[in-house]
């Protein structure tokens, strides 16, 4: 028998080969990718690759020069932004100063001129849902950055889009609360069970939040993956450098691994033919140090973050330090010579 396929939910944007140039800058290049009914989407890349042009895009406050974005599988492209079922919430929130809080949230409903007592019932509804029931009375400048960001979520809730755009929500709040905030956004979500897609460059936040994230480098899709598989299966030289911080190796294939000028061959698996070019990638924490190890070498910096310690080996013939994460702290000291190593399954072939 045919196994049968596992349920993938439903596509509910489709982004199809879209394009948007500014002058001599290409902003977009031939972007495809598909965000599933339900799911919380990241979009991924370092400073000007692309993201927020693409999620204005789906807003409906740029056009793209090329290419077709459908939601349900009717064309997005011609509804103007405020007839899309599309909510975006900025970075600044923007709420009004001067009206409280439920009155902010109340405010989009208004404008839709929804009877009384159903704007009532629903601003209450997504009041308690965000946990500002108390607060309802409350100006902004009266609450905290993390409640601000509260109130930001249930006004662009409120309102049930089917998608849900946020750009870089989380940048403006200081560590601690941004790790509450990140656990909140994604219970939110499932609560609420609206389409999210986040904008963000912090490569850990992506992680957390994300069912998928699209990893996009100079306009381009580089891999749109689950965080794990990202993490263990990056798809391009980009990917491995940008996701957890990989030592990396070029070199060729090799019966093994990868033959690696002046290093010599270095364990890792893969189906690639042997003598084509690549790069090896593994994380930290799978690189043991050890008798069995496979390279030479001196150990450069030792940093204990309390959970993890970093451990920076030196090896002659390579550029980079070699960088071993090692759980809780370590005997090893700065100047200690040492073999690093790791195991064949713990490294990935990628094709450059
Ligand atoms: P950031 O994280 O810094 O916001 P981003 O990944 O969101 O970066 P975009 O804002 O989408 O990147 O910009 C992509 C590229 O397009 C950049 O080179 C940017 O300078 C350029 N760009 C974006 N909007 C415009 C515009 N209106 N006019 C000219 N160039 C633009």
Not at 318 to 327: E, F, G, K, Y
Request: charged content about 20%.
């Amino acid at each position: 028998a045919v196994p049968e396929a596992p349920a993938v939910p439903a596509t509910l944007v489709g982004i199809e080969g879209v394009s948007r140039r500014f002058g001599e800058v290409t902003a977009l290049d031939d972007v495809s990718l598909d965000i599933r009914q339900g799911e919380f989407f990241a979009l991924l890349g370092p400073s000007g690759c692309g993201k927020t042009t693409l999620l204005r895009i789906l807003a409906g406050f740029d056009a793209p020069d090329a290419g077709a974005v459908t939601l349900d599988g009717a064309d997005l492209l011609r509804l103007p932004a405020h007839r899309r079922p599309v909510n975006l919430m900025f970075q600044s929130y923007a709420l009004f100063p001067h009206m409280s809080v439920a009155k902010n949230i109340a405010y989009g409903l208004e404008r839709e001129r929804l009877p009384r007592a159903e704007i009532r019932s629903r601003v209450e509804e997504v009041l308690a849902t965000v946990g500002l029931t108390e607060q309802a009375g409350r100006r902004p400048q009266q609450l905290s950055g993390g409640q601000r960001q509260r109130v930001a979520l249930a006004r662009a809730i409120v309102k049930r889009p089917r998608l849900l755009l946020l750009d870089e929500p989380l940048s403006a709040l200081d560590k601690k609360v941004r790790a509450e905030m990140q656990l909140e956004l994604k219970r939110l979500q499932h609560e609420v069970g609206i389409t999210f897609v986040v904008v963000t460059h912090d490569q850990e936040e992506a992680m957390s939040l994300a069912d998928r994230i699209a990893v996009m480098q100079a306009g381009r899709v580089q891999q749109v993956d689950a965080p794990v598989r990202l993490y263990e299966r990056p798809a391009t030289p980009f990917v491995a450098g940008f996701i957890g911080a990989n030592n990396l190796f070029e070199g060729t294939v090799a019966g093994g691994g990868l033959a690696v000028p002046g290093l010599g061959t270095l364990p890792a698996q893969g189906g690639f033919a042997a003598g084509a070019p690549a790069l090896l990638g593994v994380r930290p924490e799978s690189v043991r140090l050890g008798e069995t190890g496979i390279l030479d070498g001196l150990v450069a910096d030792v940093s204990f973050y309390g959970g993890v310690s970093h451990i920076a080996v030196r090896v002659p013939g390579h550029d980079r330090p070699i960088l071993v994460a090692a759980p809780g702290p370590t005997r090893v000291r700065a100047g200690a010579e040492v073999r690093v190593g790791w195991s064949a399954a713990d490294a990935v072939l990628i094709a450059r």
